[in-house]
């Protein structure tokens, strides 16, 4: 039974603009790293839920903080582990992203 963090519409899902488009195959290869790829195989036919909007985000945002401390504080080491941060965030705004598109066009009236 759906919640307000897993609901999505019961329309298909809309078709994102050019941002979106380029986002897709990064957002696809995160959620297929994160073992959480959708059924249809791409969020191109799959809506993202509230919930994995917001964990993305999250994970965005530490991952960006993190990384960019981690690589200031200096040394190769720490410069490793900042490099190790930054994708995954990287990956994780992709998600948002498309998914925040599929949200914004989704309730667009024509």
Known sequence: MPNRLTRVPSRP???L?????LLLPLADAFMLVMLSRPATGSL???????????M???????????????????GVAW?????AAL???TGG??????????QM??????
């Not at 603009?17 to 488009?21: D, H, V």
């Not at 191109?44 to 917001?54: E, H, I, S, Y």
């Open 13 to 15: 899902v809309p078709a």
């Open 17 to 21: 603009p050019a941002a979106g488009r």
């Open 44 to 54: 191109r036919a799959t809506w993202v839920t509230p919930a994995t909007r917001v």
């Open 56 to 74: 993305c985000s999250l994970l965005a945002i530490a991952g960006l903080y993190g990384g960019v401390i981690a690589i200031q504080v200096g």
């Open 79 to 83: 410069s490793v582990v900042g490099a």
């Open 87 to 89: 994708a995954p965030a």
């Open 93 to 102: 705004a992709a998600v948002a992203a498309v998914g925040a598109m599929q």
């Open 105 to 110: 066009h989704g309730t667009r009236r024509t």
